[in-house]
């Protein structure tokens, strides 16, 4: 198994930038990749970036060439550099590993983006 832990939400005023943080401990051999996604209330649960084991990234259109997904491999931890923020980036931000046994979650992060 593979646990996952998001943290580095909050308030955040349109314009100014976040960084989220997805720990991963557990079966961490077995991750292909790790995603971002993110939903918004009454919304369905959106896919934001993916970076793979291999290093390679993928964004959703809507958040190219304002956030960027990178990887510590020492510290077994994920990052979403978040800039630009927009009110409609208000979400619960998650992050899911990818395995060949299945997708885990982690209990994921608030970030507001205040106008």
């Known amino acids: 198994q593979v646990q996952l832990v998001e943290s580095g939400g909050g308030l955040v005023q349109a314009g100014g930038s976040a960084r989220l943080s997805c720990a991963a401990s557990?079966?961490?051999?077995?991750?292909?990749?790790i995603h971002w996604y993110r939903q918004a209330p009454g919304e369905q649960r959106d896919f934001v970036a993916e970076?793979?084991?291999?290093?390679?990234?993928s964004y959703a259109d809507s958040v190219k060439g304002r956030f960027a997904i990178s990887r510590d491999n020492v510290k077994n931890t994920v990052y979403l550099q978040m800039n630009s923020l927009k009110p409609e980036d208000t979400a619960v931000y998650y992050c899911?590993?990818?395995?060949?046994?299945?997708?885990?979650w982690g209990q994921g992060t608030q970030v507001t983006v205040s106008s």
């Open positions: 557990g079966r961490i051999f077995n991750i292909d990749a």
């Open positions: 970076i793979s084991s291999g290093g390679s990234t």
């Open positions: 899911s590993a990818i395995t060949t046994g299945g997708s885990y």
